[in-house]
C-alpha cells in the first residue's frame, strides 16, 4: 500500500460480543503467548474481553494494512506499555497505530507517521455528581478549559465537553509518545464550537497550546461513534488529507476471520476464562 493509503479508523462494539466455548480458545491463540499469558492474569472477565479484541484488532489492521500473514506480524510494547511493530519494513515506509478502550468500544487508529486514540464513554461518573467529579478533576485542565467545560447550561452537556476535552488531551499525549507522565495542565486546547459533529462526522477545528505556544504541527479529528462514544484522534500534520477519516464500525468475527491461529486453540481457555468475573457492569473509570 502507498504512503497515502496507510490510514485506518477502525471501532468495534465489545457489548455484542458474547465470546463461545470454541471462539475464545480460537481467538486467544490468535495472539502472541505472551499477550495472551497477560490476558489470562485479569481478575474480570470483561477487561479481559476488551484486552483481547484490542490485541486482535491491531493483529487485523496490520494485516489489512500490510498484506501480511498473521504469524508473520511481530509486536513489542515499550517501556511504557505501547505496542509497536518489530517487522522491517521497506525503506520509507512506517505504520504508526495507537488504541483505546472505554464503555463498549475498543478503537484503533492508524498512520505512516506518529498516531493517538482516545475513546470515552459519555457517562455520569459513578457515585459522584457531576461538580463533584470536576472538583476532583480540577488541577488536569487549564482555567479557559474549565470555562468551555461548564458553558452549556446543562451537567450533562457539560460532561460531555469534559469528556471531549480529556479525549483530545489523551490523544495527543499517546500521539506524542511521552505518556501519561506529562502534565496535562500544560496543554490547553481551544477547541472546535461546531461540537457536538452529527455521528460519522469528523470536525478538525480544535487547537493546542502547549505552555501558551500554539502546537501548528498537529491536527485533531473529533467524532462520535454513536450518541454515547466521544473519539478523538491526534496526527501529525504532514498527514493531514482533504477529508479526516471517519471511524468504520467492525464486530469481532470480522476481525477474527484473518487471524489464522498461531498455535493450536486450548479448549482450558475457555475454562480460565469462565472463571474470571463477570464485570459487565463495571466502569473503568
Not at 36 to 60: C, Q, T, Y
Not at 133 to 155: L, V
Not at 224 to 229: G, Q, Y
Not at 274 to 285: G, P
Request: glycine share 6%; charged share 20%.
Amino acid at each position: 500500500k502507498s504512503m497515502v493509503d496507510l490510514c485506518l479508523r477502525w471501532a468495534v462494539n465489545c457489548a455484542i460480543w458474547t465470546p463461545t466455548r470454541l471462539e475464545w480458545p480460537r481467538a486467544m491463540a490468535s495472539i502472541q503467548l505472551e499477550e495472551a499469558e497477560r490476558i489470562r492474569g485479569f481478575m474480570f472477565s470483561r477487561d479481559a474481553k476488551l484486552a483481547l479484541v484490542g490485541r486482535m484488532l491491531i493483529r487485523a489492521a496490520l494485516i489489512h494494512l500490510l498484506g501480511v500473514p498473521n504469524n508473520e506480524i511481530h509486536l513489542g510494547r515499550t517501556d511504557k506499555g505501547k505496542p509497536y511493530l518489530l517487522n522491517a519494513l521497506p525503506a520509507g515506509t512506517s505504520v504508526h497505530f495507537n488504541i483505546s478502550h472505554h464503555g463498549k468500544y475498543v478503537v484503533l487508529a492508524a498512520e505512516s507517521t506518529p498516531v493517538g486514540v482516545d475513546v470515552m464513554e459519555l457517562v455520569r461518573p459513578r457515585g459522584k455528581g457531576a461538580q463533584e467529579f470536576f472538583h476532583t478533576m480540577r488541577r488536569q485542565f487549564t482555567e479557559g478549559e474549565w470555562r468551555a467545560i461548564r458553558a452549556p447550561c446543562t451537567e450533562e452537556r457539560q460532561l460531555a465537553q469534559f469528556y471531549r476535552h480529556w479525549c483530545l488531551k489523551e490523544s495527543y499525549i499517546k500521539a506524542d509518545g511521552t505518556g501519561l507522565s506529562y502534565g496535562l495542565e500544560k496543554l490547553h486546547f481551544e477547541i472546535d464550537p461546531t461540537w457536538p459533529p452529527s455521528i460519522g462526522n469528523v470536525i478538525t477545528g480544535s487547537q493546542l497550546f502547549i505552555n501558551g505556544v500554539h502546537a501548528a504541527e498537529w491536527q485533531f479529528e473529533e467524532s462520535l461513534i454513536d450518541s454515547e462514544h466521544c473519539v478523538a484522534v491526534t496526527t501529525h500534520l504532514s498527514t493531514q488529507r482533504s477529508h479526516p477519516a471517519s471511524f468504520v464500525e467492525r464486530t469481532v468475527p470480522q476481525i477474527l476471520l484473518p487471524l489464522s491461529p498461531l498455535r493450536d486453540p486450548q479448549e482450558w481457555e475457555w475454562d480460565r476464562f469462565s472463571t474470571q468475573i463477570d464485570n459487565t457492569q463495571r466502569s473503568l473509570i
